[in-house]
C-alpha cells in the first residue's frame, strides 16, 4: 500500500492543479487550439490515474473507501456548481466504481465481453447521430456525470468526456491487473484510444465514441497476452 503513494499522490497532484488552476492560467489563442491545449494533459493524467490506483482492485476495503470518498466529494461539487473543479471527485469515484466493478465481477467472459459489447453499442450509437462540437465548447449545466475539462483562463470548457468511460477504462484495467494482462500496455493502449478519439473530435467537430476508442485500445495492447489467457483457461473462469 505504502509503495502506491507516491506515484497516485504525484499523478493526482498533477491533475489536480491543471483541474483546479484553469483559470488562473494563461488565455490561449486561437479558441479551437486553446482547447487541445488545455484538453489533452487532463485525458493523459487521467488514464495514469487509473494506472497507479489499478493495483487496488486487491484491496477492497480500499477501493470502498476511495468510491464514498469520491461519492462525498462529487455530490459537494455539484451542489456547489463546481463545474471543471469537480472533475477531479468525478474522476477517483468513476475509478473506484470501475475497479470495484472489476473485482465483484471476476468473471473470465467478462474480459472479452466487455470490451466488444459495449464498444460496439458506444460506435453504434455515437457515430450517426454526427453530434456537432464547438471549441472552445459551453460549460455544461454542473451534470455530474460529464467530466468537464476546464479551458484555461476562460469560462468555457476544453472537452468533456461521460463519467461511464473513465468507470468502463478503469473496470478494464482492474482485468488486465487481476488477469495479468500486461496492466502497464493496456493503460498505454486506453489512454491513446482516449486521446485519439479527443483529437478525432477536435478536427472533425463532431462526437466521437470515446468508449468503443477505449475499448479498442485495450484489446489492441493486450492482443499478445490474450491467446495466452485464452490456452489458460481464462475465459473460463467465474
Known amino acids: 500500500m505504502a509503495r502506491l503513494a507516491a506515484p497516485v499522490l504525484a499523478v493526482l497532484g498533477a491533475l489536480a492543479a491543471l ?3 484553469a483559470p488562473a492560467l494563461p488565455e490561449l489563442q486561437p479558441p479551437p487550439r486553446a482547447a487541445l491545449v ?3 494533459p487532463p485525458l493523459a493524467l487521467i488514464g495514469a490515474l487509473a494506472y497507479v490506483l489499478g493495483p487496488l482492485t486487491r484491496i477492497p476495503v480500499a477501493l470502498a473507501a476511495l468510491a464514498a470518498a469520491g461519492l462525498l466529494a462529487t455530490a459537494a461539487a455539484a451542489a456547489l456548481g463546481a463545474h471543471g473543479a469537480g472533475t477531479l471527485p468525478e474522476t477517483l469515484l468513476a475509478i473506484a466504481l470501475g475497479l470495484l466493478f472489476a473485482r465483484v465481477f ?3 467472459a467478462f474480459v472479452l465481453g466487455l470490451p466488444l459489447v459495449i ?13 456537432t462540437k464547438t471549441w472552445p465548447m459551453p ?3 454542473g451534470d455530474p456525470l460529464l467530466l468537464e475539462l476546464p479551458s484555461w483562463s476562460a469560462q468555457t470548457a476544453a472537452g468533456e468526456i461521460s463519467i461511464a468511460t473513465v468507470l468502463f477504462l478503469a473496470a478494464l484495467q482492474g482485468y488486465a491487473v487481476r488477469e495479468r494482462l500486461r496492466p502497464a500496455g493496456a493503460a498505454v493502449g486506453m489512454t491513446v484510444g482516449l486521446l485519439l478519439a479527443y483529437l478525432l473530435e477536435w478536427r472533425t ?4 465514441p470515446f468508449t468503443a476508442f477505449v475499448a479498442g485500445g485495450f484489446l ?18 467465474g
Open 19 to 21: 483541474l483546479l488552476l
Open 38 to 40: 488545455a484538453a489533452v
Open 106 to 108: 471476476d468473471l473470465g
Open 119 to 131: 464498444g460496439v453499442v458506444d460506435l453504434v450509437t455515437t457515430l450517426p447521430a454526427a453530434t
Open 139 to 141: 460549460v455544461s449545466a
Open 205 to 208: 467537430d463532431r462526437a466521437m
Open 220 to 237: 489492441i495492447a493486450c492482443s499478445d497476452a490474450l491467446p495466452r489467457w485464452l490456452r489458460g483457461g481464462g475465459i473460463e473462469r
